[in-house]
């Protein structure tokens, strides 16, 4: 069964820096990958997916990650914190070519922005 | 569009009551999901539905049922609730039944069985 890691259940970045969250799977055969975000009392929503061709993906809100089949990891980045991203961030994987689209998460990474 | 929507948004039960979740969407996708997140362990999928007419179980089905009522209606219901049950559910729908189709997802209902 496929299984995903996030390294680290919560983060802290100040206003401007850099964001990196950590999403490692397991499996032998890339997955499709995906990238949620949840704000506080909503539901998620999609912040980009890898499911083929580019190794480096663009989403909403100037996020991006790239795939790396050789450490089975799609880490999440964005340059430059906005308060505007204080929300938690979860990581996905679903099997290619497998009946439904059953997505398998991993635990969530919270991050806060200090001004 | 209303996209997603769940009601209710927050119920509490006792252990042994019953109750249903109601989902709907307005989309007119195909496929629906329902979901529990509990901290530190992400979502995990109860049932889902591919299309009209079929349901499947998904990682944790145990102590619930699913009613996929029609096109736009997805219900989730528990017969004899636990505290285990205590969590925060989520309906999902996505146009098609493959990963290459986003999911979009509901508010959530808060869940307590005490």
């Known amino acids: 069964a496929q299984s995903v890691t996030q390294l680290g259940s919560h983060v802290s970045v100040s206003e401007g820096a850099l964001v990196l969250l950590r999403c490692n799977y397991s499996s032998s055969v890339p997955p499709y990958l995906f990238w949620y975000v949840q704000y506080p009392n909503q539901g998620l929503q999609l912040l980009l997916k890898y499911t083929s061709a580019a190794t480096l993906v663009k989403g909403i809100n100037g996020f991006e990650a790239e795939f790396k089949k050789s450490e089975t990891s799609f880490h999440l980045t964005k340059p430059s914190a906005h308060m505007s991203d204080a929300a938690e961030y979860f990581c996905a994987v679903s099997d290619r070519g497998a009946a439904g689209n059953k997505l398998t998460f991993g635990g969530g990474t919270r991050v806060l922005v200090k001004p | 569009n209303a996209g997603v929507t769940q009601t209710p948004k927050f119920q509490v039960l006792k252990t042994g009551q019953s109750m249903t979740l109601q989902c709907a969407q307005d989309?007119?996708?195909?496929?629906m999901y329902w979901y529990r997140q509990d901290p530190g362990m992400g979502l995990r999928l109860i049932y889902y539905?591919?299309?009209?007419?079929?349901?499947d179980k998904g990682e944790v089905p145990n102590g619930y049922n699913v009613s996929r009522l029609n096109k736009r209606e997805f219900s989730l219901r528990l017969e004899s609730a636990a505290p285990s049950q205590t969590s925060v559910y989520f309906c999902a729908s996505s146009e098609g039944g493959t990963a290459l189709y986003e999911q979009y997802f509901g508010p959530g209902t808060r869940l307590t069985v005490t």
């Open positions: 539905s591919a299309s009209e007419g079929t349901t």
């Open positions: 989309m007119n996708h195909n496929s």
